[in-house]
């Protein structure tokens, strides 16, 4: 099954989210903070199509987090999104996608779509 992580801080948004996606058919990772995300996706057995941060958290923010995701030649090429409701940060290219919060969770279903759709036009070559 397919995964998708997801990190946020707020547990009420993060267990929206992760409702959506499993109802979208796929398997969601959860991690609270940069850290504790890191550490999540070296147990994964193959790496999620898409991650979704927060961008402010505690002990590692989804900037860094997302530094350290693209810096590991396993995850280079996984999409990240973005989410924050202080405005889009300044992220260098490294990020796919901000998404502005508060948002309607029809956004976040059409990114998994898109990127679900992505993933399996990669991997059919």
């Known amino acids: 099954m397919a995964v998708v992580m997801v990190v946020e801080d707020e547990d009420v948004l993060l267990e929206m989210v992760a409702a959506l996606i499993e109802d979208n ?3 969601a990772v959860l991690a609270t903070n940069g850290r504790e995300a890191l550490d999540a996706l070296q147990s994964e057995p193959e790496p999620p199509f898409l991650i979704i941060s ?11 987090f997302a530094k350290a995701v693209r810096s590991n030649p396993r995850y280079h090429n996984v999409p990240i999104v973005l989410m924050s ?9 490294i990020v ?22 992505n993933n399996l036009s990669s991997n059919a070559i």
């Open 96 to 117: 796919d996608h901000f998404v502005p919060k508060p948002f309607e969770l029809e956004h976040i279903e059409l990114l998994l779509e898109r990127y679900a759709r």
């Open 85 to 93: 409701a202080a405005g889009a940060p300044s992220t260098d290219g």
């Open 54 to 64: 927060d961008v402010m958290m505690p002990q590692m923010n989804g900037i860094a």
């Open 25 to 27: 058919g796929y398997r």
